[in-house]
C-alpha cells in the first residue's frame, strides 16, 4: 500500500506548491483590500519569464519569473490603486493581455519548434534521514528548495500578519481603509505594496511550474490556476494555514489521477483534470456564507 501511498503524497505536495505560492500572495492582497483577478496573468507572465531566464541558470529563471509577476502586478495596481478602476475589469483584462504576449513572445523568440523547447530543472534536495522516513519522506523532505519556500511562507506568513506593526497596518487598511487612513497609514503605498507582493508571488508559481515540475513553457500553461488560488484563499479562510491546507487539498485532488492510475482503476483521466475546477466551485458555493473576508475587500478604500 506504502508504493501506491507515497508517490500520491508526492504528487499532492509537488501540485500544490505553485498553487500554494500564488495563494499565499494573494493573501496578502486581499487582506489589503483588493482582489486580484490578474494573478493568472502575473502566474503565466512569471512562467514565460522564468523560460527567458534559465539561460542564467535556475536561480536567474526563477527571479526573471518573480520580477515578471512583480511587473504584472505593477500594472494592476497602477490602474486600480492609482486610478481606481475597477478591480474585476482590470484583472480580467490584464490577465487577456498576458495569454496574448506571452504566447506572441514565445512564437516570436523561439518559433514553431517552441513547444519542444526544454530546460533543466531544479534539482531535487533531500534531507538526510528525514527523507527516508517511510511514507512521508520524500514528499515532505525530498522536494526542490522553492517547495521548502512555499511551505515556510505558511508560519512567516502569519507570524508576520499577526505579530508585526507592518501586518496589522496592512489588515486595518483592508478592514476599514479610511479608519486606517485618519491613523496616518499610507493607504495606497500599503495597498500598491501587497498587490505586487503577491503578483511576486505568482510570477514565482509560473517559474516552479516551469523549473521545478514541466521544464518546459507552453502557452497558457497556467490553467486556470490564478483563479483556483484565489479560490483557495477563500476555502482558506483568509488565513495563512488554511491556505496552505487549502492549497494541498487541491493539489491532492490533482493527484487522484497518478494514485487511481498506480491502482489500475479504468478511470477517464479527464474526470481528474476536470475535478479541481469543480472543487473550486464547490468553495466557492459552500464556504463564502461560512467565512468573513475583509470588510474593505474589493471596496474604493481611498
Known amino acids: ?81 492609482r486610478w481606481r478602476a475597477d478591480q474585476i475589469v482590470v484583472g480580467t483584462a490584464i490577465t487577456l493581455l498576458s495569454l496574448g504576449a506571452t ?12 513547444a519542444a523547447l526544454s530546460i533543466p530543472t531544479s534539482p531535487v534536495v533531500a534531507i538526510p534521514l528525514l527523507s527516508e522516513i517511510p511514507v512521508v519522506g520524500r514528499a515532505l523532505f525530498a522536494m526542490p528548495l522553492v517547495t521548502y519556500l512555499a511551505w515556510a511562507l505558511v508560519p512567516l506568513l502569519w507570524w508576520w500578519l499577526s505579530r508585526t506593526h507592518a501586518g496589522l497596518a496592512l489588515r486595518a487598511v483592508g478592514e476599514r481603509p479610511q479608519a486606517a487612513d485618519a491613523a496616518g497609514i499610507r493607504t495606497a503605498w500599503v495597498r500598491a505594496g501587497a498587490v505586487v507582493f503577491g503578483g511576486t508571488l505568482g510570477g514565482l508559481a509560473g517559474a516552479t511550474l516551469v523549473l521545478a515540475q514541466a521544464g518546459t513553457f507552453a502557452e497558457g500553461m497556467s490553467a486556470g490556476r490564478g483563479f483556483i488560488a484565489i479560490a483557495v484563499v477563500v476555502l482558506g479562510r483568509w488565513h495563512p494555514g488554511g491556505v496552505g491546507l487549502a492549497a494541498l487539498l487541491f493539489g491532492g485532488a490533482s493527484a487522484l489521477q497518478y494514485l487511481f492510475q498506480a491502482m489500475g482503476w479504468p478511470i477517464p483521466y479527464q474526470l481528474f483534470l476536470a475535478l479541481p475546477y469543480a472543487l473550486t466551485l464547490l468553495a466557492l458555493a459552500t464556504v463564502r456564507g461560512r467565512a468573513r473576508a475583509p470588510e474593505g475587500l474589493a471596496k474604493d478604500g481611498g
Open 1 to 81: 500500500m506504502s508504493d501506491v501511498v507515497a508517490p500520491f503524497l508526492e504528487a499532492t505536495v509537488r501540485t500544490a506548491t505553485p498553487l500554494a505560492l500564488a495563494a499565499l500572495g494573494e493573501l496578502v492582497t486581499e487582506r489589503a483590500g483588493i482582489i486580484n483577478i490578474g494573478l493568472e496573468g502575473a502566474i503565466l507572465a512569471g512562467a514565460f519569464g522564468a523560460l527567458v531566464g534559465a539561460g542564467g541558470g535556475t536561480i536567474a529563471g526563477y527571479a526573471s519569473g518573480a520580477l515578471a509577476g512583480a511587473l504584472v502586478a505593477a500594472i494592476f495596481a497602477l490602474f486600480t490603486v
Open 103 to 114: 504566447g506572441t513572445l514565445y512564437r516570436a523568440l523561439y518559433g514553431a519548434g517552441g
